[in-house]
């Protein structure tokens, strides 16, 4: 997978689409205020795998994470970018494409599909989510053993719906 990834985008084939315009993927303004508060009491259910992206003017730096499919209704219709499912990043390859032990650890952990509950601490206007840190995934120590040791470690684990 990550292989075909980094071939595709060496191609120029991976999308990097466009922002989705807000007002055609956001719900009105009182189902996304009660979704706002749902989210951070319940917490949302959301099917799970492993989320690989290249970017075509650097196909080595490959990024990797968590592909997001809620299992509930969520505030917003469609991912803010098209082409770009709902996601958590987690970290990077190295430069030069090769994955650190914390990446492979992290990539044998997820590589199947699973329903998940996740655990919401933050829910801003702009639909960017951020986990809480008892969350299942910002818990899990070989998730944070791999995020803390990329570049992208100063970021919360967060979903922008």
Partial sequence: MLQLEREQAALQNRPWGAGVRWQKRAMDNDV?????LDLKKNGLLARISLFINAKND???????GLKIVPQEPIMTLLPPWTGTPWHISIGF???DGSLSPEALAFINKYN??????LKIHYVGDNAVTELAYDDPIA???IVRAFHDSSWYHDRPYHITF
Avoid at 58 to 64: A, K, R
Avoid at 112 to 117: A, E, G, Q, V, W
């Fill in 93 to 95: 390859s190295n430069d």
């Fill in 139 to 141: 818990s899990d120590p």
């Fill in 32 to 36: 996304f205020a009660q979704h706002q």
């Fill in 112 to 117: 199947t599909t699973r329903d998940l509950r």
């Fill in 58 to 64: 650097n196909p080595n730096n490959v990024l990797i």
